[in-house]
C-alpha cells in the first residue's frame, strides 16, 4: 500500500539543514525525508504552491548545508525522474467549504490544510514542525471532519 507524505517546506529547510525547530543538530526530518524518498511505497504527495515554496526556500543560500549545499532541492529533482515518487505537480489543491475554520494563527498555512484535505481519502499525512498549526487543526472541526493525519517528524518516522 502506498503511503503519501505532504512535508511542510519547514521540514524540508531542517532536513536540508540537518536541524530541528529549536536550530540545535537534529538528523530527524533528514532521516524522514530519506526514508520517504528510499522507500518504493512511500510518496511526497505536493502541488505547484507547495512546489513553490520548497524550492523559493530551499535555493536560497542561508539554506544550504555547508558540506552538502542544495541537498533536499537536488534530491527532490532527482526523484522527478522516478514515477510516482512525488505526486501531484502540475495541480493547486482547490479551497474547500471549512476553510475559514481554519484558526487565525494559522491561516497562511491555508495552501498545505487545502493540499492535506483534498488527499484526505488516500493514505496520506501532513508532517509539520509548527506546533500552533498542529493544535490548530486539532483544536478546529477539520482534522476530525476530514480524518487528517497532522504529525510532527518525529510522530512520522517512528510510524514508517
Known sequence: MTVRYILDE???????????????????????FDKIANEETLVFSVDDVLWDKYDRQLNGPEHYHSDEGAYAMLRLY?????????????H??????????IPTGSKDDKFIVRLAV??????????????????????CSIQTRYDLSVLSPESALAAI
Open 10 to 32: 519547514n521540514v524540508i529547510i531542517y532536513a536540508q539543514r540537518r536541524l530541528n525547530e529549536y536550530d540545535h543538530p537534529d538528523s530527524i526530518s533528514r532521516d524522514l
Open 92 to 101: 493547486t489543491a482547490p479551497p474547500f467549504p471549512e476553510e475559514d475554520d
Open 118 to 139: 483534498e488527499e484526505s481519502e488516500r493514505d496520506t499525512a501532513l508532517v509539520t514542525t509548527d506546533r500552533p498549526l498542529r493544535a490548530d487543526l486539532a483544536a
Open 78 to 90: 532527482e526523484l522527478l525522474q522516478v514515477p510516482g515518487k512525488i505526486d501531484g505537480l502540475g
